[in-house]
């Protein structure tokens, strides 16, 4: 389903990225490549720059110092650059962020159609389609606020789906539900990313990252401290902050 | 009998009862004591005055009249002027308040400062100084011999002349509501869902309803038209006076003015909260989905904001046609006025007060009613919020 491009050009690339808040630094020189198909789980304390990390790669955030380039193009003032990128990556929100004013299916047709420029009879076609997939087809009429949570984020999910990018971010796309309603979200991003997406999820769900990641990022402080495979990440890691937040998150 | 007064159904329609009851008698002994002051000082009670003449004049009016004209007529024009410097003023109001409203949301310092200074003056001066500030610079400007033109535009103390097309009343009228119905008809047409059509489609069944419309209002002119006479009037000195165009008294501009600036500062405020109130959250998702600033605020922002405003917005509206009543100090005669001088020269004071309370309730709550309706209309579906 992605197309694999033939520059060897990886889906993203960042280097030395620093990120200010006034004087306040919340990213200080991190470096990451992410190859397409590949599938990232960001973890770490709150306030390590999980969120601004990710955000920085759509330009929801804008960097001010080192380099960003997502499928190959360098992101920049231009805004021609930043509106290519996010044609090509979709985000879900820790807090869904549905159009309260549009139905479901609308939610999900909006951007195609006004971006893309496809006709409505394909974005409707699309949009079934994911919904489907979300397995959610029977919601499409309903208003967001008629939903419980988890189908809310199944929808952003779709929603984003919809524009066919090529990479995902997830911001904590759980931690906002009910624990019943956590793993039919997960469900969903686990088959996303066994048809090979390329993803970028910030989350706590260690079952989650044991089963599809393919490198566990820690954060802490504004900078990466740890990158290793789930299986050394959670048994060898030789970081002891490491150690410690694994300690915690999985309740030992 | 005791378990019955138990039972809070028949308590609250108990009380509802001695509360109606209470005041029905309190309305009844007023009225009783007023007939008997009334007749004491020989003034016949009664709404027979109303098709006597009224044996004066009117300054402004959109309906002929003459002092012959009776009563009721004169408040059928009060009630027309006062609706009709209400709207003047509501829409110019309207636009001012999301010009600085939107200057206050704006990233731009400059223009968060100019917004704030804005509000800050205009929301703390009371509206009646406003008026006769603002009536005070317009009856202090150049006589008409001395006025400066622009654009065919005449500003003098006697009052603001405008070009106007040289057309029958009626067929002004009639091409108004034309050109009305050129700016509703397309926002009516676009109500429904925006993906019930093709975009593209929907906007060409727009752009047609508003230009056929619009075709309509140029023939009625056309049609209208005074024979011999170029289409557009403009006002020009003749002698002492200024002849052609139209003129628009200093009363009326003052008033539309006033109300424009004030009213503007407080919609200002609605339009920022509006704004203000639409969760970051949306537009975030509106931008990473790809559409451009223009889009999120066409598609997102504004919709999200107008459905936040409304309310607080009809309450504005409601209020700022009440303040039309300042007619009265600069003597622009609206409806207020209007009964103030019947009362005057007829004396019937409780009828009139009567007419005039009638008379704004049911301005008012029509124009409630419109709000709620389009309310209702663009409500957030769907209120189990859950998750
Ligand atoms: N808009 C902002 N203005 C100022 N400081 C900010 C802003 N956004 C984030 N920060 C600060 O930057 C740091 C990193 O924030 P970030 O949201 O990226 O953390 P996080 O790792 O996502 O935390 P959490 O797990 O709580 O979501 C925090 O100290 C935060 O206070
Ligand atoms: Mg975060």
Redesign the pocket.
Known sequence: MISTNSTGEPALRIENLDKY??T?Q?LRGINLSVQRGEKIVVC?P????????IRCINRLEQHNGGRIAVLGTELNDDVGNIDEIRREVGMVFQHFNLFPHMTVLENCMISPMIVRKQPRAQAEATARHYLEKVRIPEQAMKYPSQLSGGQQQRVAIARALCMQPQIMLFD?PTSALDPEMVSEVLDVMVTLASEGMTMIC?THEMGFARRVADRVLF?DGGEILEEAPPDEFFTSSRNERTRQFVSQVLGH | MVSLLRNQKVRNALLQVLYVGSIAAMVLAGIVIARRNLADQGITSGFDFLFKSTGWDVNFSLLPATANDPYWWYFLIGIINTLFLGSVGLILATIVGTIVGLARTSSNDLARLLGRTYVDIFRNIPLILQVFFWYAIITHLPTPRSAHEAWGFLLTSRGLYIPFPNVGSAAFAAATVAVIAAIVLPAWLGRTSLLAQPIGQRRTIQFAAAAAALACATIILALGRLPDTPLLDFPALQGLNLRGGLRIPPEFATLAIAIAIYGGSYIAEIVRGGFKSVGTGQVEAALSLGLSPWRVFTLVRLPLALRAMLPILANQYVWLMKATTMGIAVGFTDFFMIVALTINHSGQTLEAIGILMAGFLAINLSLAAVFNRINKAIALKGNQLRG
């Open positions: 808040y006034g306040f919340a770490g709150s306030g390590s720059g999980k969120s601004t990390m904590e910030v954060m």
